[in-house]
């Protein structure tokens, strides 16, 4: 079982940067595949960024390319989400998730554990 605190939302404008981060309980974070989606209201949670257990090799949904970076700190047991340039779009409840096995990271259905998620509001 994999517990998943986020912390880091807020209330920012247009442009500025936030850091979102996941702390996850468990002895064996290292081998977890990591995640973080979003929700915005009256939208599906979509897929943001992951960063695999293995390699740390990292992914990104196209509109977060360039401005977002997912990192993980093993000996922490944190993921963090870097967003900077952010945009009103990006308004959403951000949720960390984590899976055990899986290769399709961009896929919800994967991940087996979830956060309460935090809220990120860009105001223009």
């Known amino acids: 079982q994999v517990q998943l605190v986020e912390s880091g939302g807020g209330l920012v404008q247009a442009g500025d940067s936030l850091r979102l981060s996941c702390a996850a309980s468990?002895?064996?974070?290292?081998?977890?595949?990591m995640a973080w989606f979003r929700q915005a209201p009256g939208k599906e949670r979509e897929f943001v960024a992951a960063?695999?257990?293995?390699?740390?090799?990292?992914y990104y949904t196209d509109s977060v390319k360039g401005r977002f970076a997912i990192s993980r700190d093993n000996a922490k047991n944190t993921v963090y989400l870097q967003m900077n340039s952010l945009k009103p779009e990006d308004t959403a409840v951000y949720y960390c998730?984590?899976?055990?096995?899986?290769?399709?990271?961009?896929?919800?259905?994967?991940?087996?554990?979830w956060g309460q998620g935090t809220q990120v509001t860009v105001s223009s």
């Open positions: 468990g002895r064996t974070f290292s081998r977890y595949n």
């Open positions: 960063i695999s257990g293995s390699y740390s090799s990292t």
């Open positions: 998730a984590a899976s055990g096995s899986g290769i399709y990271l961009r896929v919800r259905a994967t991940y087996d554990y």
